[in-house]
């Protein structure tokens, strides 16, 4: 039993160090699960950093997190309530965005989205963000630099991580145009 022990307490350090890689594309599923520490093109930045960003007002804070769509199959009369979303106070919600495949529909409600968020102005500041291990964000900041973002920021933790330091949230909902 000291042995397994000893063995498992070894390989800690190991484990500590295994990053997981870019994938080339985008990440198409299992989108809750460890992260990159890095992506190509854009900054990557913990929410004492991100927190920095938001308080000079000049970065658009940009929440990807998904939004269950209504069953098609309720029954008639039943109510849908959807999940309120708390998120970074002044975020906009982009919901559905992060996935690594999207329909037009879904790209072009993201572009449209981006173009409010920031003026149409590709060189406008953009930080990207969901949950803490949550791939949809870095799917969502990867799009926004093949879009042509030139200032791309990603925070990893998201909205954990942010509420975390106890930093302010406020209750969004999806930005007008969700598919």
Same mark, same amino acid.
């Given at each position: 039993m000291k042995r397994a022990l000893a063995a498992v307490v070894g390989l800690l350090p190991a484990l500590a160090l295994a990053q997981v890689p870019e994938p080339e594309g985008y990440r198409m599923d299992h989108y809750? /699960?460890? %992260?990159? &520490?890095?992506? /190509? *093109?854009? /900054?990557? %930045? *913990?929410?004492? &950093? /991100?927190?920095?960003?938001? &308080? @000079? #007002?000049e970065t658009a804070f940009i929440d990807v997190l998904p939004q269950a769509p209504k069953p098609a199959n309720l029954p008639e009369g039943t109510i849908w309530r959807d999940t309120p979303r708390d998120s970074i106070a002044g975020a906009i919600w982009l919901p559905n965005v992060g996935y690594g495949a999207i329909a037009e529909v879904t790209a072009r409600y993201f572009r449209d989205g981006l173009a409010a968020a920031t003026g149409d102005d590709l060189a406008h500041p953009v930080l990207f963000f969901c949950l803490d291990d949550c791939w949809m964000s870095w799917n969502a900041a990867k799009r926004a630099l093949e879009y #042509?973002?030139? @200032? %791309?920021?990603w925070l990893p933790e998201g909205t954990d991580g942010w509420s975390f330091f106890d930093y302010p949230l406020a209750r969004v909902s999806p930005h007008p145009g969700h598919p």
């Open positions: 809750r /699960a460890p %992260v990159p &520490e890095t992506l /190509a *093109g854009a /900054a990557v %930045v *913990g929410p004492e &950093e /991100a927190h920095a960003l938001w &308080e @000079t #007002g #042509g973002y030139e @200032t %791309v920021y």
